[in-house]
């Protein structure tokens, strides 16, 4: 990518900002969307099937970038709306099972599960994470006939590997279970085609590498998966309404195609200006291009980090190295901390070094943008590199850390 995309980010040059895992910076482009919606409404002159307009576009240009049809993504709040959805609106027999490995999900996909298990009497099979992954292996050995779904992360919030979908995806499908992912690190940073990674469903929140606002967000769900579900919400837009307001009798009460049944009230209008704009600026640079871009930074990020002793998660850089790069210890702390004194101490000297990055659950993490320039990953190495001579880090005599 260049000086000109940069450029559209202001933000890029006010810090290093590694932080897209948790929200991107926010584009020009993004932010005089969200001003021209606000207009309108200071001015009462929006209009609100222009509003609607707005969503639908969205809303096909998602679907364009993962590879699936307008009728098949519903439009939601946040990642776990969409894990939700899709999770309450399945039909559910006491006794079937969900697989997952909580180790490396988000929270917000794992308390569902949890709380589905209470209600319907599902299991919840827990499957154990290796070096850091989610394994295809052990994931699909914990499935048998009465496995109702898999979920997984397309890419852990932590450490960030890219997750072997299509592999799980197929152990899935041959005991005639479903696949769900959690897609809020891999959509906008890596591409994505629903069919070739033979997912029934996807859930992605417009923040991260969507370069979009925090409360909008996506849930694809395949069409056949989708037509024999009936939507745990059901609201006007959810609704077939041929026209007319009003479908009060239970002959009329229709569910939409697809997934388009997801839907339900109003929607978050400044959250579809928003993605709308962001989604404009994805689609002309092409994510392929902004993925080769940012995992070049990253495999370059590791492996400097790595020369200078630092325990970067992995190792050398391998296929599995997407856009984010953590150091530390997999699981060494709770979902915002780390235990060992010398990653908090590494980071507070890159956080005063101006440096905007993470904690999570025991690593550093460092999140690549498409913004993002080799200046910024020097900017990092320097700062890194400074610490570990004044802490003299790895170094016998001082083992314990700062
Ligand atoms: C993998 C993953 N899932 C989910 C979320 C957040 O879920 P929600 O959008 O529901 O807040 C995050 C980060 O915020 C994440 O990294």
Known sequence: MNAEVRALFPGADEQPYFDISANSLMAAP??????????G????????TEMVATVDRARSSFASLIGAAPDEVAITKNVSDGLNLFGA????????????CPALEHPNNIYLWYSLARTHGIEVRSVAPEDGHIPVGATAAAMDERTRLVTLPTITFAPGFVTDVAAISAAARKVGALTLVDAAQSIGAQHTDVDGLGVDALAVAAQKALLSVYGFGFLYVRREVAETMTPVHVARFGIELDAHETAYSDDELRFRAGALRFDVGNYNYLGAA?????LDL???WGVE????????????????LLDLGLPVVGGRPGPDLAHIVSVGESGGGRHYTADD?????????????????????????FSIGVYNDQNDIDHVVEAAQAWCARTRYGQADTEEAP
């Open 41 to 48: 409404r200071t001015s009462g002159r929006g209009d609100k």
């Open 282 to 284: 994805l689609s002309a």
């Open 30 to 39: 993004v932010r005089e969307a969200i001003e021209r919606h606000l207009g």
């Open 274 to 278: 928003a993605t709308d704009a962001a």
């Open 341 to 365: 004194p010398a990653m908090n101490s590494l980071y507070e000297h890159l956080t005063a070094a101006g440096i905007r990055l993470a904690i999570r659950t025991g690593m550093l993490r």
């Open 289 to 304: 291009r902004v993925e080769k871009h940012v995992r070049g930074l990253a495999a370059d990020l590791a492996s400097r």
């Open 89 to 100: 609106s399945l039909a559910w027999r006491a006794g079937d099972n969900v697989v997952l």
